[in-house]
């Protein structure tokens, strides 16, 4: 999770997000007393998000995983305590034209902030129907879509 803000590129490694939300998912079965206060919840769902995602970082290194590069942006949160690029070279751009890129871009965030954080947050909101442990889970995705798409349809604008 490189960047994403302040004109960084974000650099979005899947293999490393699913690890996070099983590392949530398995947390969520007995957060004991957590439970009982959301914004605890939340703030520890965040923090077990931020040190799986890193923690899969150093393990790739570690290993000298060579299936997929692993991507970097310049600047970030995570990329402070991220290892260094095993080749800088392989580092994958994007293919497309920068009009397509600027396109799909804007299409993607559009949907993403038009359609699927409010579905999100609606879900969230009506708690009572969902059950507690989807209602936390679901309010944290709203969140960090619409913190990550907000800032990418930024980026798209400047």
Same mark, same amino acid.
């Given at each position: ?20 939300l099983i590392c949530m998912a398995l947390f !969520?079965?007995?957060?004991?007393? !957590? ?52 080749? +800088?070279?392989? /580092? ?15 299409? !993607? ?8 954080? +409010? ?7 009506? /708690? ?12 944290? !995705?709203?969140?960090f879509t619409m913190l990550y798409h907000g800032s990418e349809l930024t980026q798209v604008?400047?």
């Amino acid at each position: 999770m490189a960047g994403g803000l302040f004109g960084v590129p974000f650099v979005f490694n899947v293999k490393c997000i699913i690890f996070s939300l099983i590392c949530m998912a398995l947390f !969520l079965y007995n957060p004991s007393s !957590l439970l009982k206060n959301k914004y605890l919840l939340s703030v520890s769902l965040f923090i077990i998000f931020v040190l799986a995602y890193v923690a899969m970082a150093w393990y790739d290194y570690f290993y000298d995983c060579q299936i997929l590069p692993l991507k970097r942006g310049t600047r970030s949160f995570t990329g402070l305590f991220k290892p260094p690029a095993h080749e +800088p070279e392989k /580092q994958v751009e994007h293919k497309m034209s920068s009009e397509d890129t600027h396109k799909h871009r804007i299409l !993607l965030y559009l949907l993403h902030l038009l359609i699927i954080v +409010p579905l999100l947050s609606y879900i969230a909101y009506y /708690q009572n129907k969902s059950g507690i442990v989807s209602f936390v889970l679901l309010g944290a !995705l709203s969140v960090f879509t619409m913190l990550y798409h907000g800032s990418e349809l930024t980026q798209v604008f400047h």
